[in-house]
């Protein structure tokens, strides 16, 4: 029979051969996974910025790749449906399969174009400042049924869709036109007479000089058959009675 001794240094040699071919099955293993994962195919990401959503899919699909919309978002300098951004960046390598996250354009941020027409051209302004939307040319027209300085018209018209910061013409009344008569003759009448005349048609500016209104009319200006408007300023001499 064997002595103790030589029973535990049986047992030992035992543990010592199964710990060796433990660790030679696990050292096995560690390799092949690293030769596993130094061979894996690699892909690099295609830039697709600034294509068309549609075209940037393709050329991932293509690559191997998963294309992903991430988000939207509004763009002055790129179209509606162009790619603004990926993720991972054009030339990074990664693996087939993985996502390519997209950030798409929704181009030109849009706004309405507030209904102008009946108000007053500085109340106007302030409401396309309010609107982000600047005043552009304005002309004025004579229109007699809408008081002078009030809008009749804008372009773009109200409720059409334009980008912030657009342009709106207006067309502002400069109320009812001066009515234009032909310059009645005054000379020799009374005075009272003919100022009655002047105001019965609508003239605000004469101005009388001479004896005063109960005299006869001497002299006028302007002179008898010229045109002459209501606005005009007109002056009768009177001469003594």
């Known amino acids: 029979m064997r002595s103790r001794t030589e029973r535990w240094a049986s047992v030992l040699r035992g543990a010592l051969l199964a710990a060796t071919l433990g660790l030679t099955f696990v050292g096995g293993i560690w390799l092949a996974l690293r030769f596993a994962a130094g061979h894996s195919p690699v892909v690099r990401a295609p830039s697709v910025v600034g294509l068309d959503a549609a075209a940037a899919e393709q050329a991932l699909r293509a690559a191997g790749l998963n294309p992903e919309v991430a988000g939207r978002r509004f763009d002055a300098s790129a179209p509606e449906g162009r790619v603004l951004q990926q993720t991972p960046a054009a030339g990074s390598e990664t693996r087939p399969g993985r996502p390519v996250r997209l950030v798409v354009s929704l181009g030109v941020r849009r706004a309405t174009v507030p209904d102008l027409v009946g108000s007053s051209a500085s109340r106007a302004d302030a409401t396309l400042t309010a609107a982000q939307f600047a005043l552009g040319d304005q002309a004025d027209a004579p229109d007699p049924g809408v008081p002078a300085g009030r809008v009749l018209a804008q372009d773009p018209p109200a409720g059409a869709e334009a980008a912030p910061g657009d342009k709106v013409a207006l067309l502002v009344s400069d109320g009812a036109p001066p009515r234009v008569y032909v310059m009645p003759n005054l000379v020799g009448r009374p005075a009272a007479d003919a100022l009655q005349v002047l105001a019965r048609a609508g003239f605000k500016r004469v101005r009388t000089q001479g004896a005063g209104t ?28």
């Open 214 to 241: 109960e005299g006869t009319v001497s002299a006028q200006d302007p002179a008898a058959g010229k045109p002459v408007g209501t606005e005009d300023a007109l002056t009768v001499t009177v001469g003594a009675p």
